[in-house]
């Protein structure tokens, strides 16, 4: 399908580099809107056909959206997440956060978690953090060399596309700041006391790798972004941009997707409610 | 791996048919064995052996290894799971029975709900029933046509493959009746009191599909038995040479797998126990 015009890069080959992104880039939006209030009408208008488009998928009950986020820390995923679902009916949505693995978890092949909370049919799933957790932090940390990365792209291709032959589509979004940019979020969270609990010490110990971070995230959205299971790589240093970015793209897969309530299977007229 | 002889026969290629392999024949168990009660003690000496190898599999906590069971009706899944596992430690194993799947797992892709139930490191798994009838019942019903089948026998080894290199060895027998043999146990379902609970007026719809079962079963087999995961058909009329074959194939496969306990990290001399 043809995505809109956003600000939003789709990764398109292996050679993909997240370097030739900018973080702050408005793309299109910078002509079209001046500031964050003048595109508030356009943001309230997307929502509000977001929670038709997710009603008439959820009556369809055939498909489903699975929605994949990925950040730095302090990249926005919540308040991304957020504000895209705000306004959509909660029974229709599945919000899935991936944290460090339990042991469970960890007894188990890497996907089997995540395949665990994929959406049912008619329903929207979103994950904050996901299966590429196991190709980032483990290769960052030397868990897994650069082969056994390679293998698991093969086995997360295989994975998604298992997914959309089921009738899932699949967005994937990362959300690209800056390393100033996560500087002054950070610096933020320790300042504020409303927003110490989203900070910890480790946060630091993370960003020393952010070199590294930014090298394997490459990697992975080169190899992972398919025509089913798109990557998309979000400016993300502007909130507003970003959030409208991404509204505006799932709004556009949803429409293509044109989900719709089934017809009566009985004879409408023979009904007679006394 | 080289596996032992027995009549069981390895599918190794894409024209593989069901119809080539007898379902009366105990191969090399002829000359090696009189009658089932000479077995025996073979039988008995593997049973031992497989509990032995199945403490050292979880003490391991590494890799796990998962059994896959198919057949037509009375072919004998339930007995020859109940046959193996005797005298393993229960708490090392977990056997799943796959009936028709539920509105919460139909609306899912066809591999989730099996995902969920694969083995955990130091496990052994069984499934009664598995992610097969996904492309046998629902392909004689007309559900799904021969290119879905090929995409899902696809699905299927991608999968398979993901729990290979995730650490999970796999097995799968599918035991093999014959019409006629399948025609004597149903009557002693039926003429049996105490074996009734068994028999399904539904059976006998499956039965007159027999034919087509054959053509499905030999085309999910060839295409789905690699290295990784082979598919063995057991000749299975004989329910002793069944049995036995089953037996020495998985402890074949444990021996070569040869798990052992973890050494210690830590020094054991300086632990003074007081």
Redesign the interface.
Known sequence: MKYPETPAVLVKDKHFKLADVSTDDKGPFDEKYAHKESAEPRLAALRQRLAELQENLYAE?QRSLLLVFQAMDTGGKDGAIGNLLTGVNPAGVQVAAFKAPSP?EL??????RV??K?P???HIGVFNRSHYEDVLVTRVHGLIDKKTAH?RFD?IN??E???T????HILKFFLHISKKEQAERLQARLDDPAKRWKYEPGDLKERAHWDDYQDVYSDALAHCSTDGAPWFVVPADHKWSRDLAITEIVVAALENMDPRPPTADFDVKAQVIK
């Open positions: 009950h469970v007894a188990h092949d890497f996907l089997w395949h665990l994929t049912a049919r008619g293998q086995d295989n994975f596309q298992l997914l032959r089921n009738g899932t």
